[in-house]
Nanobody, 115 residues
Framework: QVQLVESGGGLVQPGGSLRLSCVAS??????MGWYRQAPGKERELVAT???????NFAEPVEGRFTISKDNAKNTVYLQMNSLKPEDTAVYYC???????????WGQGTQVTVSS
């Protein structure tokens, strides 16, 4: 069974940092990425990365967040720096399984930025 499992969320003060991880149980995914959903808002793209390392960032996080991938561990990371209260949301890992082109989602991890 294909699963994406996130970890690394939590409570952080404004200006702080967090790193999210997402492990794929099996299969090759491209692209992989992160989305977020704040209360009362639609889910939105945060960042994506392809198997060749091409990255894409949403404008609100560009310059503060980085995305990376460890192919050997089938894991994608989201390093979040200079966090702001408006970054508060549930963050979801997403991956497209290469051989079926089917999208998979993780269960989500809460990120709260508050003093």
């Amino acid at each position: 069974q294909v699963q994406l499992v996130e970890s690394g969320g939590g409570l952080v003060q404004p200006g702080g940092s967090l790193r999210l991880s997402c492990v794929a149980s099996r299969g090759t995914f491209s692209p992989m990425g992160w989305y977020r959903q704040a209360p009362g808002k639609e889910r939105e793209l945060v960042a994506t990365i392809t198997s060749s390392g091409e990255t894409n960032f949403a404008e609100p996080v560009e310059g503060r967040f980085t995305i990376s991938k460890d192919n050997a561990k089938n894991t994608v990371y989201l390093q979040m720096n200079s966090l702001k209260p408006e970054d508060t949301a549930v963050y979801y890992c997403n991956g497209r399984l290469v051989w079926t082109q089917k999208d998979y989602w993780g269960q989500g991890t809460q990120v709260t930025v508050s003093s």
